[in-house]
């Protein structure tokens, strides 16, 4: 087994459909393959004062928004068993970094990897409506993905045996 074997037991990916939860959940998929570890897939439907008023404008849009984070969910899912990883995937509607740090404490995850998008301090998607980051709120490792693994790469490591890594 390669040296991160045992490293981290239950990793949590934390994907919300853009390209950097891509990121994240290549990097975590590869991370999880290399440990051995248990997978956690965890989509989070923001449940921001927008969406708020957009129901009270249209019925049914914050039903069509969770609708929306379901099927990311379920793709994250589906890509992750085609690469031989069985996930344990949730969806949560609320706060992302405290839906996140529940869902840590719920699956005892020692690692939680979420992509990051450049935006100002106010529109980042993993951080509070009061400013405060996931690291505040979980007690485990945290990893920002920001590798971006071509697909030659990623096919190569997932496909790897666990002998070899």
Known sequence: ???????????????????????????????????????FLLSVAPDSAGVQMAEGIQCGAMASHASHYREVLERGIERLTRLGLQPVGRLAVGDPAKAIAAFVRETGADLVVVGHQKRNILERWWSGPTGAYICDFIGCTLLIARNAVSDEEFEEQMTRTTEDA
Do not use: F, P
């Open 1 to 39: 087994m390669g040296e991160l074997a045992g490293m981290y037991e239950k990793i949590l990916l934390a994907y919300d459909g853009t390209l950097e939860g891509a990121v994240a959940l290549r990097e975590g998929a590869i991370l999880a393959k290399q440990c051995g570890a248990a997978v």
